[in-house]
């Protein structure tokens, strides 16, 4: 069974930062491109950032570019999302994702909230 694990989130002030982990098991997690994705209420599950396996290479939406930051730790299965600059707009469920035999799985979401 492939499962993932996040971890991190919380109440964050505006320009703050948060620093989510993912962690996932059931899998050559290696062998994996690993992507995390956010949804707010009423809204639209959104893509925030992808890294590629041993390359690490990495792609942003464009909002988050410049604030946010994917890595990972293929030794410790885990894949991390370092926010920085948080803003209000920010503020959804961020949700860890891998495409595996063609079929999405995702982890139970970690919560963030930004606000004053």
């Known amino acids: 069974q492939v499962t993932l694990v996040e971890s991190g989130g919380g109440l964050v002030q505006p320009g703050g930062s948060l620093r989510l982990s993912c962690v996932a098991s059931?899998?050559?997690?290696?062998?994996?491109?690993m992507k995390w994705y956010r949804q707010a209420p009423g809204k639209e599950r959104e893509f925030v950032a992808a890294?590629?396996?041993?390359?690490?290479?990495?792609n942003y939406a464009d909002s988050m570019k410049g604030r946010f930051t994917i890595s990972r730790d293929n030794a410790k299965n885990t894949v991390y999302l370092q926010m920085n600059s948080l803003e209000p707009e920010d503020t959804a469920r961020y949700y860890c994702?891998?495409?595996?035999?063609?079929?999405?799985?995702w982890g139970q979401g970690t919560q963030v909230t930004v606000s004053s």
């Open positions: 994702n891998v495409r595996y035999v063609s079929r999405d799985v």
């Open positions: 059931g899998f050559t997690f290696s062998s994996y491109t």
């Open positions: 890294i590629a396996t041993r390359s690490g290479g990495t």
